[in-house]
């Protein structure tokens, strides 16, 4: 049983760039969370897909966006990439009514 | 709003020795309280979690926490550190039963001297 896959797992990007990471949850998973975790610092909230649609936010601004497709994985896309924006970028998924959520190794993210 | 406060961003125990990392949380709603390990360059494992119940929670690895509303804390510990422990520790809260996002606390880094 694959647990939660992300890819690409190291990339490097440009100031101003866009980039797209993309997730697949554990087998049953219906509900994926994207987290960012700056070097030093524990992960932060993103936002939260369910059916498609993105059910919670965080404190992140309109850069940040994802999708959710049929299957359940999910994209997560950055606009306009700032130095800051470089992190490791982490997702979690769970399954309905489940409390457990299980994370990815992450993809990280360079700024350059 | 929920906040998570880890004390100590770093931990230096001896090997064999107790492991106490502290954790203290507030939540406007009952809480859900997780410990979750990262060792270097991977993702998050979870440790242990409390939802309902039993206020003393066990985990992987020979890890426990108490769940303790009137402190409104969550520390973890170990009875006799192991070399292989050494990684970051988070701890997170969850409001909505556990379906909302995760709010983590900064992490502490746990060192085991030999």
């Known amino acids: 049983d694959a647990g939660v896959t992300q890819s690409p797992t190291h990339l490097i990007k440009t100031r101003g760039q866009q980039v797209t990471l993309r997730c697949s949850p554990k087998?049953?998973?219906?509900?994926v969370s994207w987290y960012q975790q700056a070097l030093g610092q524990g992960p932060q909230f993103i936002f939260q897909?369910?059916?498609?649609?993105?059910?919670q936010r965080g404190n992140f601004p309109d850069r940040f966006s994802g999708h959710q497709f049929p299957n359940y994985s999910s994209e997560l896309n950055v606009n306009a990439l700032l130095l800051g924006d470089s992190a490791l970028y982490l997702c979690a998924s769970r399954g309905t009514g489940r409390n457990t959520i299980y994370f990815g190794e992450g993809s990280w993210l360079t700024v350059v | 709003a929920q906040s998570v406060t880890q004390l100590g961003s770093h931990v230096s125990v001896s090997e064999g020795a107790l492991v106490l990392l502290r954790c203290n949380y507030s939540?406007?709603?009952?809480?859900?309280l997780f410990w979750y390990v990262q060792y270097p360059n991977q993702g998050l494992q979870l440790l242990l979690k409390y939802t309902t119940g039993a206020t003393l929670v066990k985990g992987i690895n020979g890890f426990e926490a108490e769940f303790k509303k009137s402190e409104t804390s969550f520390h973890l510990t170990k009875p006799s550190a192991h070399m292989s422990d050494a990684a970051e520790y988070f701890c997170a809260v969850s409001s909505g039963g556990g379906a909302d996002g995760l709010t983590f606390g900064k992490g502490t880094h746990l060192i085991i001297q030999p």
């Open positions: 939540s406007s709603v009952p809480p859900y």
């Open positions: 087998s049953g998973h219906d509900t």
């Open positions: 897909y369910y059916e498609e649609e993105e059910r």
